[in-house]
T-cell receptor, first 113, second 116 residues
């Protein structure tokens, strides 16, 4: 039972353009959502998060949008840079177990010049 | 931010053998976790490593197969026992510095395990 889904295994975007990575979830108890970024041979690193009380959180070039009614969140990267090329994981946790993160399968983003 | 050193970074093992993965954090952390990422799959939590007590395992994972130690607040080991090819995965150690604050979940670089 995949509670967090990233249906696009890969995405290719030209440098300077917007990258949009999508994530869907099924558990209505999830109230906190995170994006992690992973380079090859490295562990995932935290990128940005959003609480269910918000519908948008922005940090520099990165913005996460949350649509609770659709159980959908997205990560926007503007403008995209070649250094953004990595695997992006969406993760979620529920208020009753904040230490347990449920991860999606990841989306490999490639930003080309 | 905490730095997590994990070793070995990769290993190739024979069926039926066991491998112990070590995780060292450069500062004391409240909680440590072990994750597995099978090919094409998401990161799946194996267990929470509790300092001074038995680990807490997630559904589908058992202590006999994945014994875990956590002797202090900076170190933990995960053993993959009696390995089979299905155990071929990336194993990741992670840690919290502040309980319940998910932003501060740090990860090691992972152990790429291949079982022949």
């Amino acid at each position: 039972d995949q509670q967090v889904k990233q249906n696009s295994p890969s995405l290719s975007v030209q440098e300077g353009r917007i990258s949009i990575l999508n994530c869907d979830y099924t558990n209505s108890m999830f109230d906190y959502f995170l994006w992690y970024k992973k380079y090859p041979a490295e562990g995932p690193t935290f990128l940005i998060s959003i609480s269910s009380i918000k519908d948008k959180n922005e940090d520099g070039r990165f913005t996460v949008f949350l649509n609770k009614s659709a159980k959908h969140l997205s990560l926007h990267i503007v403008p995209s840079q070649p250094g953004d090329s990595a695997v992006y994981f969406c993760a979620a946790s529920a208020y009753y177990n904040t230490d347990k993160l449920i991860f999606g399968t990841g989306t490999r983003l490639q930003v080309f010049p | 931010s905490a730095v997590i050193s994990q070793k070995p970074s990769r290993d190739i093992c024979q069926r039926g053998t066991s491998l112990t993965i070590q995780c060292q954090v450069d500062s004391q952390v409240t909680m440590m976790f072990w994750y597995r990422q099978q090919p094409g799959q998401s990161l799946t939590l194996i267990a929470t490593a509790n300092q001074g007590s038995e680990a807490t395992y997630e559904s589908g994972f058992v202590i006999d197969k994945f014994p875990i130690s956590r002797p202090n607040l900076t170190f933990s080991t995960l053993t993959v026992s009696n390995m089979s090819p299905e155990d071929s995965s990336i194993y990741l150690c992670s840690a919290h510095q502040d309980a319940g604050i998910n932003e501060k979940l740090f990860f090691g670089s992972g152990t790429q395990l291949s079982v022949l």
